[in-house]
């Protein structure tokens, strides 16, 4: 008989319902004896002791909150009788030990990737285009549509042949569909673009950190080259990209074109050049083909979205299954989302591996955190409505959960936004809880494929690295099978294994990484990119 509750650790003195449970129902469920005393939906928290007001809640074994008012035994926890508490983190305690998982299964695998010249590895081969201001983008959307319409199966989707059919309702079918057409020998190489709303009206220290994070799009092993789009009286000038591209890539092993509007004479000739000028280095590109590589050149992202009361326990573990596997191999995760990391600093501070990153970790919490208690914020109210609604009280219930997607390996490197990823094993890298933010900045990291845990559903993709999308519950996986490309709720709604399901994601990690499987993103076409912007406008 499957356990209709769980206690994730044996400190917590609440516990979580599997399944809707009445009032009056007996639970007894391995440590859980009790009578529920009020109606407790799935996902929701309940009370296993009495407790007074202020009487301190944990789960995952922390702090998570305080209470509010009396909960009795049995009791519903909620937003009416918790809040927000955490212990403060000032420093690294005690030493990290982990087991690190048996490998030996994976140590001769590998997958075929796109080897860069300065020993990175991409799994995809993308000729980005991109501006350095926004008052680039409409050209740069109409270099979009020039090239897809070429680069890229063209085909009317439904709801284009429904609205066609609707205009011309005496035309053959037939005649609404266009071709697929894809030049054969074009077919190893893709296009893609951004565009963003920054680069000028702002701080000059906005400026700089865009420039680092288009510069770690252009470093980022899944593209090949890049041609870059400048007005030419910006405050992101030329000058400060190519600084910052220096920095990640001194010898600029792959080909940037800048292509500068002010400079040249009319639109037409300028996208002309470009045009032009980038199609001989797409011809180089596309020669570029896949080959063998080890695991130890993935660089996974991890991200939650939409998360649910199953998250932390399905899905974000299933992650951390991964990540140890991945990092005990000699690659790297990144795991992101500073104010999804409020109430487990301690646990992360320890697992850094010397007192430095620690100071580095707690330093930039504090930071973040003070900026936004200086506009009536703070991390206590990252929680999105459909979180609360779905079981996460508390940031610090959330923040429980979501940290168990980087396993339990140490933390080798503490980076700040657009900071890249240089080490093996996990990385620390300060973003917002946004999920595009978040993604954008994983992806401007060196991230070359990212692992996201949903509960609710969410169709986040990026235009340069592969968004895998694991949903924390079956309902979901078959509800938004269009956005969902792996089942991690099969650990409660079939009863499998963690271990069992770590296993199955990474080989779809594997496949997916060589090409052989597209993400439910990719075929989307969901391609978001959001910079994140700490400064003011001006």
């Known amino acids: 008989m499957k356990s209709k509750t769980l206690k994730i650790h044996p400190s917590d003195n609440i516990g979580v319902a599997l399944v809707d449970l009445p009032s009056g129902e007996r639970i007894a469920d391995g440590e859980i004896n009790l009578v529920l005393v009020d109606d407790i939906p799935q996902k929701q928290k309940f009370a296993l002791e009495d407790m007074e007001v202020g009487s301190l809640v944990y789960m995952y074994g922390i702090l998570v909150g305080s209470t509010t ?26 030493s990290h030990q982990w087991d690190p998982p048996e490998i030996n299964h994976w140590k001769e695998k590998t997958f075929m990737g796109y080897h860069r010249d300065d020993g990175q590895v991409g799994t995809d081969n993308i000729w980005l285009f991109f501006p350095l201001v926004f008052c680039e983008n409409r050209n740069i ?57 920054g ?45 910052e591209l220096k920095k990640l890539d001194p010898k600029r092993s792959k080909p940037v074109l800048i292509f500068n509007q002010q400079s040249e004479g009319s639109t037409n000739q300028f996208l002309s050049k470009i045009i032009r000028e980038t199609f001989s280095h797409l011809v180089e590109a596309n020669k570029i083909k896949r080959r063998s590589s080890p695991l130890s050149k993935l660089k996974i992202g991890l991200e939650c979205g939409g998360s649910d009361g199953f998250s932390g326990i399905t899905a974000n573990p299933v992650l951390g299954q991964v990540s140890d596997v991945v990092s005990s191999l000699g690659g790297s995760v990144i795991l992101s989302e ?7 600093e301690q646990e992360l501070a320890n697992r850094c591996v010397d007192d430095l990153l620690a100071n580095k970790f707690i330093h930039l919490m504090e930071k973040y955190e003070a900026s936004a208690q200086r506009v009536g914020s703070g991390f206590d109210m990252n929680p999105s409505p459909g979180n609360i609604k779905d079981g996460l009280i508390t940031d610090a219930i959330k923040s429980a959960g979501a940290v168990k997607k980087s396993g339990n390996s140490p933390v080798t490197d503490v980076l700040d936004y657009t900071e890249y990823a240089s080490k093996s094993g996990v990385s620390l890298l300060c973003t917002p809880g946004n999920d595009v933010e978040s993604t ?63 296993d199955e994601l990474l080989d779809l990690v594997i496949q ?27």
């Open 199 to 243: 680069g000028c009206g702002g701080t000059r220290e906005d400026a700089r950190v865009l420039a680092s994070l288009l510069a770690g799009y252009v470093h980022n092993p899944n593209v090949a080259g890049a041609s870059v789009l400048s007005l030419g009286c910006q405050n992101l000038e030329i000058k400060t990209f190519e600084e």
């Open 440 to 502: 954008t900045g994983l992806a401007g990291g060196g991230a070359n494929i990212i692992l996201f845990t949903t509960g609710l559903g969410t169709p986040t993709g990026n235009p340069i690295s592969p968004v895998i999308k694991v949903s924390s519950n079956s309902e979901l996986a078959k509800k938004m099978e269009d956005i969902i490309d792996f089942d991690a709720g099969t650990i409660i709604s079939e009863g499998k294994s963690l271990g069992a399901v770590g």
């Open 141 to 197: 959307q109409v270099l979009r549509k020039t090239f897809e319409r070429e680069f890229h199966p063209i085909k009317k989707e439904p709801l284009q042949q429904l609205l066609g059919s609707l205009l011309h309702p005496n035309r053959d079918s037939h005649e609404s569909v266009f071709t697929e057409f894809l030049p054969h020998e074009y077919q190893n190489i893709k296009v893609r673009f951004i565009i963003h709303h």
């Open 338 to 344: 500073f104010p999804e990391l409020c109430g487990v």
């Open 69 to 94: 008012r009396k909960v009795s035994k049995g009791g519903l926890i909620s937003t009416q009788n918790l809040i927000h508490k955490t212990h403060k983190t000032t420093k690294k305690l005690s």
């Open 512 to 538: 997916i990484a060589s090409g052989s499987i597209k993400t439910k993103a990719e075929i989307l076409g969901q391609q978001d990119f959001i910079p994140w912007k700490r400064g003011v406008s001006l």
